[in-house]
């Protein structure tokens, strides 16, 4: 049933999926930008009935069994396959133990039921300015594995959104996995985010801390989104925590440090003035509420 | 481009020829002829066009027909047997979970689902799980009434494994060995 309007139906394209990653990767090689990976669907469908994008051929890689991994590499971290769905991530043990931030992020990503279907990386991939997966993933030095005919590579998260709805793959690359580095030990992280009046992020923040107390093995980790059309990781934060003063001092100083860093941008669903606002209060709970002071 | 789909459709296997471009959601309706799954917004935000995909609630409106091959496909038709209702069916109208009920199957399948997975939610869990559906008459209140006592019933029948000489029990009884 339709009612006849281009944004009920979706455009012609022909379904294939293949049954493994070699006969994707010689399928994506074949009809590179004709082709589109789905895995959950709720991104590139929509986009579809939107004709936003329309391809030929969409290729269903939720055959391929390699993909659906979600993997713990102890002090290597962990991997989370393409066509894990949210749903399994906020399940698994590990990303709600030791990388908080993910799961506190995934865990606000859409809703219940279409988390049964929408995937961590389909997220990534979106690459839209208020999508919200990489702030949490920056601060875990995140790793993208992408595949093609000819090999593997290992994109990090902060060159992998170029832009808007841009990534860092070659039309006959897939996004297999993406990797996270091991937190360090005794750290904590959360993942903070301001919707508007829609359901989109005008600003997220996330945030990581080991040892507050200690000085010389303190570590703290901060990264923003939302504001601008890539994530960022600031690294003066980094540096600012590493020496010894009071806290509360060290912490007025990575808020100056976050707000000169910032470049928030203006556009439907809020201003630039506002963004850099919300920016400094969602900064200041989050390492308030993971260093104390 | 078509697609040969085997799938099981309450229970029932159905073999349907689907164009590539069909939604679940067209070949549900159109197709199979059931028409508990709605059509609403058409992009994943109403939720009334949810199924039990493999036992798990998605909107079928993001959901290719051609993806179900091979799958096991429930609707709310596929709750109780034909010209029966399920004790959480019922539990909507007593507790007058509904107005116009355009929205009504979408949320008992998902409040099916998360009552299996979670006999014991408090009242902002399941506001939290059914955040994905839009009631435009406004019932919430009711329907979490209605979710909340079902979530009991279940529990006081798991605690006392013993049947129980009451008129309800012995309705439950009846509905699940017929």
Same mark, same amino acid.
């Given at each position: 049933?339709?009612?006849g309007s281009p944004?009920?139906?979706?455009?012609?394209?022909q379904?294939?999926k293949?049954?493994t990653?070699q006969?994707?990767?010689?399928?994506?090689?074949e009809?590179k930008?004709?082709?589109?990976?789905?895995a959950?669907?709720?991104?590139?469908l929509?986009?579809?009935k939107?004709?936003?994008v /329309?391809p030929?051929?969409?290729?269903?890689?939720?055959?391929?069994?390699?993909?659906t991994?979600?993997? &713990?590499?102890?002090?290597?971290?962990?991997t989370?396959?393409?066509t894990?769905t949210?749903?399994?991530?906020l399940?698994?043990g590990p990303?709600?133990?030791r990388y908080r931030a993910?799961?506190?992020?995934?865990s606000?990503?859409?809703?219940?039921v279409l988390?049964?279907? /929408?995937t961590l990386?389909g &997220?990534?991939c979106?690459?839209?300015?208020?999508?919200?997966?990489?702030?949490?993933?920056?601060?875990? &030095?995140?790793?993208?594995?992408?595949a093609?005919?000819?090999?593997r590579?290992w994109?990090?998260?902060? &060159?992998f959104?170029k832009?808007?709805?841009?990534?860092a793959l070659?039309?006959?690359?897939i996004?297999?996995?993406?990797h996270l580095k091991?937190p360090?030990?005794?750290?904590r992280?959360?993942f903070?985010?301001h919707?508007?009046n829609?359901e989109?992020?005008?600003?997220n923040?996330?945030?990581l801390?080991?040892?507050?107390?200690?000085?010389?093995?303190?570590?703290?980790?901060f990264?923003?989104?939302?504001?601008?059309?890539?994530?960022?990781?600031?690294?003066?934060?980094?540096?600012?925590?590493?020496?010894?003063?009071p806290l509360?001092?060290l912490?007025?100083?990575?808020?100056?440090?976050i707000?000169?860093s910032?470049?928030?941008?203006?556009?439907?669903?809020?201003?630039a003035?506002y963004?850099?606002?919300i920016?400094?209060?969602?900064?200041?709970r989050a390492?308030?509420?993971?260093?104390g002071g | 481009?078509?697609?040969?789909i085997d799938m099981?459709?309450n229970?029932?296997?159905?073999k349907?020829?689907?164009?590539?471009?069909?939604l679940l959601?067209?070949?549900i309706r159109?197709?199979?002829?059931?028409k508990?799954v709605?059509?609403g917004c058409w992009r994943?935000e109403?939720?009334?066009?949810t199924?039990?995909?493999?036992?798990k @609630?998605v909107?079928?409106?993001?959901?290719?027909?051609a993806?179900a091959?091979?799958?096991?496909?429930k609707?709310?038709?596929?709750?109780?047997p034909?010209g029966? *209702?399920?004790?959480i069916?019922?539990?909507f109208?007593?507790?007058?979970?509904l107005?116009c009920?355009?929205?009504?199957?979408?949320?008992? *399948?998902?409040a099916?689902?998360?009552l299996?997975?979670? @006999?014991?939610?408090t009242?902002?869990e399941?506001?939290?799980?059914?955040s994905?559906?839009?009631?435009?008459c406004?019932?919430?209140?009711?329907?979490?009434?209605?979710i909340l006592?079902?979530?009991?019933e279940?529990?006081q029948e798991?605690e006392i494994p013993l049947p129980? @000489?009451s008129?309800?029990?012995?309705?439950?009884?009846?509905?699940?060995?017929?």
């Amino acid at each position: 049933m339709s009612f006849g309007s281009p944004y009920l139906t979706l455009p012609e394209f022909q379904y294939l999926k293949p049954a493994t990653l070699q006969d994707a990767l010689q399928l994506l090689d074949e009809h590179k930008d004709e082709a589109k990976i789905m895995a959950g669907g709720v991104g590139l469908l929509a986009f579809m009935k939107e004709r936003l994008v /329309s391809p030929t051929y969409v290729v269903d890689i939720k055959g391929i069994a390699e993909l659906t991994t979600l993997r &713990d590499e102890g002090s290597k971290g962990v991997t989370i396959g393409a066509t894990a769905t949210l749903s399994q991530l906020l399940e698994w043990g590990p990303i709600k133990e030791r990388y908080r931030a993910v799961w506190d992020c995934a865990s606000q990503l859409s809703d219940p039921v279409l988390r049964n279907r /929408s995937t961590l990386m389909g &997220d990534l991939c979106e690459a839209l300015p208020f999508v919200d997966s990489p702030t949490p993933l920056l601060i875990f &030095d995140a790793e993208v594995e992408a595949a093609s005919v000819k090999g593997r590579r290992w994109i990090p998260v902060k &060159d992998f959104v170029k832009g808007l709805a841009e990534v860092a793959l070659e039309p006959n690359e897939i996004a297999l996995a993406i990797h996270l580095k091991s937190p360090p030990e005794n750290s904590r992280s959360l993942f903070l985010k301001h919707i508007s009046n829609s359901e989109f992020s005008v600003v997220n923040v996330a945030s990581l801390c080991a040892n507050p107390s200690q000085p010389e093995n303190r570590i703290v980790r901060f990264a923003y989104g939302a504001l601008a059309p890539a994530a960022t990781r600031v690294s003066e934060v980094e540096t600012i925590f590493n020496r010894k003063a009071p806290l509360s001092q060290l912490i007025d100083e990575a808020i100056e440090a976050i707000k000169k860093s910032a470049q928030p941008m203006t556009d439907i669903l809020a201003t630039a003035e506002y963004r850099a606002h919300i920016l400094e209060v969602l900064a200041v709970r989050a390492l308030r509420e993971l260093i104390g002071g | 481009m078509t697609q040969l789909i085997d799938m099981k459709l309450n229970g029932i296997r159905k073999k349907v020829e689907t164009k590539d471009n069909n939604l679940l959601l067209d070949l549900i309706r159109d197709k199979l002829d059931v028409k508990s799954v709605k059509a609403g917004c058409w992009r994943g935000e109403c939720g009334l066009c949810t199924v039990l995909l493999d036992g798990k @609630p998605v909107k079928s409106c993001l959901v290719l027909a051609a993806e179900a091959n091979g799958k096991d496909v429930k609707t709310a038709e596929g709750l109780a047997p034909e010209g029966q *209702l399920s004790r959480i069916q019922k539990l909507f109208v007593e507790k007058a979970a509904l107005q116009c009920g355009f929205c009504t199957p979408s949320f008992i *399948l998902t409040a099916y689902y998360m009552l299996n997975t979670n @006999p014991n939610p408090t009242e902002k869990e399941i506001r939290q799980y059914l955040s994905g559906h839009i009631c435009r008459c406004g019932t919430y209140k009711q329907m979490i009434e209605a979710i909340l006592e079902y979530a009991k019933e279940m529990r006081q029948e798991k605690e006392i494994p013993l049947p129980q @000489p009451s008129r309800k029990k012995k309705e439950r009884k009846s509905e699940r060995s017929s």
